[in-house]
């Protein structure tokens, strides 16, 4: 027979919930309970085990693992006892629970000590001259990523231009982002136009936007970045994003980040949930017009807005109608001129 290992110290170190039963909370005496031990008053604090009915047991089991009732089982009696003295027991036990988890907890970064030593001296830690170091491969990104969330966990500022994360991956997007939020951070993204045009793109902002997070739109071309606490960026090295420059030189940083900041108040507040609930259609209809009112082609709007151009052409030709334009020339000038009224 393979022996049993030894206990790890920080096993040791941890509450084991077999070391003792598990004590309720007083706040978990529930309404049924409360009216169950009045009535037991009412009978003189004294209730006979045989007269207790087979829906009211697990009440009057409840108010026995607390200690409101004694079971004297010479006599087959339960015996209400002062809530007053069941409270400061139960006080005590808390507070003596309490004392022992935060004495241990104190002890937790001692007994990692040499686990963190290891992680902040691993590999990835060591820069090159500049603090500029390239990443390749989406593993290796995701998996600095992970990290990067950890250990910098006060802010993201985020450029998402382009295609949307497959929806697969849209599970893990939202519980990061989750995570993060709840643990204090903030996160600002921009997306570009084109995002309001994708339901699974609106889908994604509307419930990280409910968590707290927020997203705005530019309708300018800018990179794929991601920047950490002011601190470390990643920025997209490939048209496919399967290679990175990892960024942790201070003075580049800082330039990022004021170049975010100032593509920030140029981007439009889009309200994604009211978005979400509604329908993609006015958007499309809408950035067509506006693109086609700049002067641009239907081709070029349809690269632009990721369309096929039978899709752009049907969106050009319910315009054409609605101000009852014969040529895209027209219709263009006339809707520009509509705009800037």
Known sequence: MTAEPAPT???????????????????????????????????????????????????????????????????????????????????????????????????????????????????????????????????????????????????????????????????????????????????????QPQARLDRDQVEFAAEITKLGSRIRLLDLPFSRAIIFDRTVALISAAPDNDAAVLIEDPATVLYLVGVFEQQWAQAQVVDWVALAVGSIEPATHQQVGRLLARGLTQRAIATRLGLSERTVAGHIARLRERYDAETLFQLGWQMRGARDA
């Open 9 to 191: 110290l920080l096993a040791a170190a941890l509450p084991d919930p077999a070391a003792r039963p598990a004590m309720r909370e007083p706040d978990l005496l529930d309404a049924a309970a409360r009216d169950f031990y009045r009535e037991i008053l009412k009978e003189g604090g004294r209730l006979h085990v045989s007269d207790i009915r087979p829906e009211d047991e697990p009440v009057a089991e409840q108010l026995a693992g607390l200690g409101f009732l004694v079971l004297h089982v010479t006599d087959g009696f339960y015996t209400a006892i002062n809530p007053r003295a069941v409270g400061e027991r139960l006080s005590a036990d808390l507070w003596e629970e309490s004392t022992r988890l935060i004495a241990k907890a104190a002890r937790i970064p001692d007994l990692l000590e040499d686990l963190t030593h290891a992680y902040d001296t691993a590999p990835r830690r060591t820069e090159p001259a500049g603090g500029v170091r390239q990443v390749t491969g989406m593993v290796e990104i995701r998996h600095l990523l992970s990290q990067f969330l950890r250990d910098y966990p006060h802010e993201a500022l985020t450029a998402q231009p382009g295609t949307f994360r497959p929806p697969a991956r849209r599970g893990d997007g939202l519980a990061q982002t989750r995570r993060y939020v709840e643990r204090g951070g903030s996160v600002r993204t921009i997306y």
